[in-house]
């Protein structure tokens, strides 16, 4: 192969859809696994698909507070209720994220 056709080849792959927020994910993921903070836990929320398996929730967000029925991610503050911030990922009957969201965690 030319150098040109790599090149190209290069291009085209880097311009692919899905290159770039699954590099962000897996970035903000690190980041909230080293700071626990809550910008780049709503950044994996946000950049999360629909319906990912809770195994690659555990590999980009690490463990978490496991309830069962969900998961949650916390960060260390409190919100206007007094209640802590953080992450609830939903889980349905088949292993999958059906509902996820960030603020307080009021129970």
């Known amino acids: 192969m030319t150098g040109k056709k790599s090149f190209k080849y290069l291009i085209i792959i880097s311009?692919?859809?899905g290159?770039?927020?699954k590099n962000d994910l897996?970035?903000?993921g690190q980041h909230y696994q080293k700071h626990q903070d809550y910008k780049s836990l709503q950044k994996v929320v946000e950049l999360l698909p629909e319906n990912i398996d809770t195994s690659e929730v555990k590999k980009i967000l690490g463990e978490p507070i496991s309830?069962?029925?969900d998961f949650?991610?916390?960060v260390d503050s409190t919100?206007?209720?007094g209640c802590v911030v953080?992450?609830?990922f939903h889980?349905?009957?088949?292993g999958k994220i059906s509902n996820k969201w960030t603020g307080e965690i009021c129970e």
């Open 72 to 74: 949650r991610y916390t």
């Open 19 to 21: 290159c770039g927020p």
């Open 26 to 28: 897996s970035q903000f």
């Open 91 to 94: 889980i349905d009957d088949k």
């Open 67 to 69: 309830m069962g029925f």
């Open 15 to 17: 311009l692919l859809p």
């Open 79 to 81: 919100g206007v209720n």
């Open 86 to 88: 953080g992450a609830v």
